[in-house]
């Protein structure tokens, strides 16, 4: 640990006249040692203050291609970046909470001893930035000057991680002047550590421990941005942690505005696992976006509002293509600054990613170096074109879709919740629940998806993924849960909650929903929110008419809407629903400790609907039973 009288002398000696003169204009003592311990403790060669200027983030650009961690390709601004053949994910297993003795937040959450874990990520890190730069860098969470923001320090010695990080999250340098002194900022310590043909050596070593106690991420011997650039996921669990202290929320959730009649905004919030539209629906065509990720949600004035916590994307490219997605189509092959990772890049300098439109190509260079078709790893597996989970990063304001209230210091007010997952046999493509309490136990906490489409005949995998959130909460289930519910309170208007299923199928496994229809149910969800429509009151909620749908079905799709289609969609599937509870309450009955009440409430009031409804028309209720 430095001695609080080396601080000054050490950061002199290390960071040179003007980048010492940088970190000297902020006047945090916590601050200063914590980079002076780092930076003696990491012993880079050379460190480097970023305050997020022009000038430093280009220095910044030219570092990344200089140093060989991003190539440039043919489009201008476009770079392309190569992790490890083996390092291309979060890595769930080695990512864990430092917990003190004593102290449970679930089973569901990865943890270890906070001493030992210490110890043994203080032991990697030893050392790990010689012959490195490190990068000093800020950045805030959320709008700068804002009752969002939410400052972070990062350090690390990748000039692709502090690249990255540019583009997706706002500078913080003068947000950090404007805190002074407190200690209430988010620490973030990375090394790559030792390198082989430009990635990182030591993947065997690869650890992303989480300190909430801290309120510090360490990671160490890995280059992919899950892992490493720490306002991601990373900060989202010091954030969920903070926020239950604090009242507010920290949701994985996308933010848009929905654009109804007379050029009228209302703005909805969405909760959906992997794989279950939440980018497409963000980026819809007609719509905007402020986020695809992460927000923050809190309560002012008696309004709910949120913000998106960064200013850029970074997204899978797997099955990005001109039809689905003709407005990042047109972003990513345009000029501008954005990274490509992982994808295959050609001859002539250009990428590929899978799904993408034309042939693929016979040969170019990815992840495992030169590929040629057919090319196969040391275990005889053949290896694609590009990574599964190739990924861009770009700036939100290259979308000509992005809303201009994506950097508003006061918000959003939010106008609707939705929450979706991938669900073949029981919810309606679109409904609204009764009210907060039901919304948050029947649609949010009870959010299941199906992880894998098994043989035919066989019941498909469904996991329970409360909120969309489980893989990152940093609090007990049953907390989560409760701050839900209480957040609803002192609202003078309680946005709606509502469900959506884009993966709907009939009896013979056809989808019922074309990819196109949630623009139709997200027009329905702004009407109903501002009661400009009537909707039909079932066992589980509020559903569409018939006459609502087939206008706007005509309105925005330019189609004919038939009845026939409309009561395949909305019937009422009673078995499955029933079924579907009983899941839900043996996840929290047999795994989650302290839930709240309610929960087992509102569900057994929702069963005893349906049950009344079964006797009275029976297991498949056609929505016209319920006007």
Not at 320 to 336: A, E, F, I, Q, R
Not at 345 to 355: A, M, Q, R, S
């Amino acid at each position: 640990m430095v001695k609080n009288q080396s601080v000054e002398e050490l950061l002199k000696s290390k960071c040179g006249k003007e980048d010492y003169e940088k970190l000297s204009a902020i006047s945090n003592p916590p601050l200063h040692r914590f980079i002076a311990k780092y930076v003696e403790f990491c012993n880079p060669d050379k460190v480097f203050v970023s305050t997020g200027s022009p000038k430093d983030n280009q220095y910044i650009r030219k570092q990344a291609t200089s140093s060989g961690e991003e190539r440039k390709l043919a489009t201008k601004g476009h770079t392309v970046h190569f992790d490890g053949y083996y390092d291309q994910a979060r890595d769930e297993e080695n990512t864990k909470f430092l917990l003190p003795k004593g102290v449970s937040l679930g089973s569901h959450i990865n943890s270890t001893d906070r001493r030992g874990g210490l110890k043994e990520i203080q032991a990697l890190l030893k050392n790990s930035m010689q012959e490195h730069q490190m990068y000093v860098c800020f950045f805030c969470l959320g709008p700068t000057n804002s009752e969002f923001s939410l400052p972070c320090v990062q350090l690390t010695d990748s000039s692709y991680v502090a690249h990255s990080s540019v583009l997706l999250y706002r500078s913080g340098y003068e947000e950090f002047k404007r805190l002074g002194s407190s200690p209430a900022f988010f620490k973030f310590l990375h090394s790559e550590g030792e390198l082989e043909d430009g990635v990182s050596k030591n993947i065997h070593q690869r650890r992303i421990y989480i300190d909430l106690q801290g309120d510090t991420v360490y990671s160490a011997n890995t280059q992919y941005g899950g892992n490493t650039i720490g306002h991601k996921k990373l900060a989202m669990r010091l954030a969920i942690h903070r926020a239950s202290k604090e009242h507010w929320l920290t949701e994985h959730m996308f933010l848009m505005g929905v654009h109804g009649p007379e050029e009228r905004v209302s703005y909805f919030t969405g909760a959906f696992p992997s794989l279950c539209g939440k980018t497409s629906t963000s980026m819809i065509k007609g719509e905007t976006i402020v986020g695809d990720d992460i927000v923050y949600l809190k309560k002012m004035d008696g309004e709910m509002r949120a913000v998106n916590v960064e200013k850029g994307i970074f997204g899978i490219l797997q099955g990005v293509n001109s039809k689905d997605d003709p407005l990042l189509w047109k972003t990513l092959h345009n000029p501008g600054e954005i990274i490509f990772s992982n994808v295959l890049v050609t001859e002539d300098k250009n990428v590929y990613w899978l799904g993408k439109d034309g042939e693929v190509p016979k040969k170019g260079v990815n992840h495992s170096g030169d590929w040629t078709l057919g090319k196969k790893d040391a275990n005889g597996e053949k290896i694609p074109p590009a990574h599964p989970n190739a990924r861009f990063t770009l700036n939100m304001d290259l979308l000509e879709n992005v809303d201009p209230k994506l950097n508003d210091p006061e918000g959003v007010e939010v106008s609707g919740i939705i929450y979706g997952g991938r669900d073949s046999d029981t919810s309606v493509p679109v409904k609204e629940s009764f009210n907060w309490t039901h919304g948050v136990i029947t649609m949010g906490a009870s959010l299941e998806s199906e992880t894998t489409a098994a043989a035919l005949g066989e019941e498909r995998v469904r996991k329970i993924n409360p909120m969309a959130n489980l893989a990152f909460l940093s609090i007990p289930i049953g907390e989560y849960i409760e701050n839900h519910l209480d957040f609803g309170y002192g609202l003078e208007d309680v946005p709606p909650i509502f469900s959506v299923n884009y993966f709907l199928r009939d009896s013979e496994g056809n989808f019922l929903n074309e990819k196109d229809d949630k623009r139709v149910w997200l027009k329905w969800m702004e009407l109903r929110v501002h009661r400009d429509v009537e909707a039909i009151k079932t066992p589980t909620g509020y559903m569409p008419r018939y006459e609502d749908l087939k206008k706007l079905f005509k309105e925005v799709l330019g189609k004919n809407y038939s009845k026939e289609d409309y009561v395949k969609q909305f019937t009422l599937r009673v078995p499955e629903h029933l079924a579907k509870s009983d899941r839900v309450k043996q996840f929290y009955e047999g795994k989650v400790k302290d839930i709240p009440k309610a929960l087992f409430e509102e569900l057994e009031k929702q069963e005893q609907r349906l049950k009344e409804a079964k006797e009275e028309y029976g297991d498949y209720i056609s929505p016209e039973e319920f006007e």
